[in-house]
């Protein structure tokens, strides 16, 4: 089963879109969330999402990383240049929007799907109509 | 002489210390095209790694300078962590078992240091970022060391392309990071990350002036 790791430059923002993706699977997509500079700083930390990385690459064969905007994209990839080489092509970045993209890929993920079809499903969340 | 680790050491202090003076001016920069936070980020940063630095009993420079780049990684919060990060990180790479720099070791360790930031970022010169002031630094020291120019000579010639690179980004039209964000609105102001960058080099010319 493919892992999540959710990156925001909030902790709490992090945690609570990994919460909403949990609570569509009921636990069964691992899901790491990776947000703030620490806990109460806002920003993001290649170290921390490294951590939640690695957490995901223990439970699961490949991760898909969904993040929110400006140096989450560069603290990920900094994350993934630290992890060992051999485990660097087992994670993904993913295009798609955070919220919609996350919840989109973990229900993906709860019915085994792969990780380009995954990937494929959230990024396609971004043009779902939400106000109809 | 050559630079010593306790010159590499007093540079990152001067780069603290200089960084912490300016937190305020980065900030106010960055508030006018970014998220208002670069100088406390930086300045966190470095107040970070000189904690770790003042625990790290090594004689090898390249260590010095991963630990810094580590500190900032886990804490600036930015682009400027994975991007800063980078930079001294690379600069440990290559002074890696160096006790000692001479003015070709650094033409090599800036070299990587500066093409570092350009892979990480993916900036192109005229993107107003930090690689407006860090490329011209890099070539007008590579130029001066071609030249025979003393190592403190090139070094302050290396800090002035920094700061004309660093004006040059006050017309440009942002390409990358928050500032994209704001489109033409960008111009007119100097980019926070290219002035951050020339402080740091700055801090090297002035730390490093007795070099030869």
Same mark, same amino acid.
């Given at each position: ?14 945690e ?74 087992r ?5 798609a ?16 799907k ?19 | ?23 305020? !001016?980065?900030?106010?920069?960055? %508030? ?8 406390v980020?930086?300045?966190?940063g ?9 625990? /790290? ?6 260590t ?10 886990s ?33 090599e ?28 630094? /890099?070539?007008?020291?590579k130029a %001066? ?19 004309e ?5 006050i017309?440009?039209?942002? *390409? *990358?990071?928050?500032?994209? !964000?704001?489109?033409?609105r960008s ?13 740091? /080099? ?11």
């Amino acid at each position: 089963m493919v892992a999540l790791v959710i990156v925001a430059h909030s902790a709490k923002l992090a945690e609570g879109v990994r919460e909403l993706a949990a609570q569509m699977t009921q636990g069964r997509v691992p899901i790491f969330a990776a947000g703030g500079v620490d806990d109460d700083i806002l920003g993001t930390n290649a170290e921390r999402i490294r951590e939640a990385l690695e957490a995901a690459l223990a439970s699961s064969q490949e991760v898909l990383v969904l993040m929110d905007l400006g140096s989450a994209v560069l603290s990920a990839r900094m994350a993934i240049d630290l992890l060992p080489e051999e485990q660097r092509s087992r994670v993904r970045l993913s295009q798609a929007p955070l919220v919609e993209g996350a919840v989109v890929a973990a229900v993906e993920a709860a019915i085994g799907k792969g990780l380009d079809e995954i990937e494929a499903s959230a990024v396609e969340a971004a043009r779902m109509p939400k106000v109809t | 002489m050559p630079l010593t680790q306790e010159a590499v050491r007093a540079w990152l202090q001067r780069c603290a210390a200089v960084l912490e003076e300016n937190r305020d !001016y980065l900030t106010q920069l960055d %508030a006018a095209i970014g998220d208002a936070d670069h100088g406390v980020n930086m300045d966190r940063g470095f107040k970070a790694a000189m904690t770790k630095l003042a625990s /790290l009993d090594t004689q090898d420079i390249g260590t010095v300078f991963k630990t810094v780049g580590m500190a900032l990684v886990s804490t600036v919060g930015g682009a400027g962590g994975p991007l800063y990060g980078t930079f001294f990180l690379q600069l440990g790479v290559k002074t890696t078992n160096k006790q000692e720099l001479t003015p070709q070791d650094w033409a090599e360790a800036l070299e990587a240091a500066v093409n570092g930031v350009i892979a990480r970022g993916q900036a192109r010169p005229g993107d107003k970022t930090m690689v407006d002031a860090l490329l011209p630094a /890099l070539e007008a020291y590579k130029a %001066a060391l071609q030249e025979g120019v003393p190592f403190s000579e090139a070094l302050a010639r290396s800090a002035a392309a920094a700061e004309e690179g660093m004006k040059a980004t006050i017309p440009m039209v942002a *390409k *990358k990071g928050r500032a994209s !964000y704001l489109g033409e609105r960008s111009a007119g102001h100097q980019d926070p990350g290219a002035t951050s960058s020339y402080l740091i /080099l700055r801090a090297a010319a002035e730390s490093w002036a007795g070099a030869t």
